[in-house]
């Protein structure tokens, strides 16, 4: 096992229209106003920008993300990411009765030296430290679109 390799899946089953929760997810510039874990998210041009993130363990994860698709009619948003992590991440964003459900999928391998150096006694708090950031980002986003 590549302890340094990680696929996460999280599901998102919000309140509101499958469009609207599109455009939120497409304005990634936008994701520290709602997302408390993503501390910034800077554009550089129309298909790449620059994001750190910090969960609740004290280190700050920082990549550039360049966009692979943006496919509104098959509700789809891709980015590559380079840096402290490198890999891909999409959204998935579908109606369900009652609203939305936006499927997040992500895999990486961490480059950040420090991280790979605890890779392995550590991978069961990385984990821990993902999954409250996805939760942050959930209840984070249903209070943006619920603002709007």
Not at 21 to 38: I, S, T
Not at 94 to 103: D, H, Q, V, W, Y
């Amino acid at each position: 096992m590549d302890w340094n390799h990680y696929r996460f899946r999280s599901v998102w089953d919000l309140p509101e229209e499958p469009a609207e929760v599109f455009a939120a997810l497409e304005r990634a510039e936008d994701y520290p106003l709602w997302w408390p874990q993503v501390r910034e998210a800077t554009p550089l041009d129309e298909h790449r920008g620059t994001a750190r993130f910090r969960s609740l363990l004290p280190y700050d994860l920082f990549v550039t993300a360049t966009a692979l698709r943006r496919d509104t009619e098959a509700g789809v948003l891709e980015i590559t990411v380079s840096g402290d992590l490198e890999g891909w991440v999409r959204w998935t964003v579908r109606a369900r009765e009652g609203g939305t459900r936006a499927l997040y999928e992500q895999e990486v391998e961490v480059c950040k030296p420090l991280l790979r150096r605890f890779a392995l006694v550590g991978r069961p708090v990385f984990l821990v430290n993902h999954a409250l950031m996805m939760r942050g980002g959930r209840r984070g986003l249903v209070a943006h679109l619920r603002r709007r």
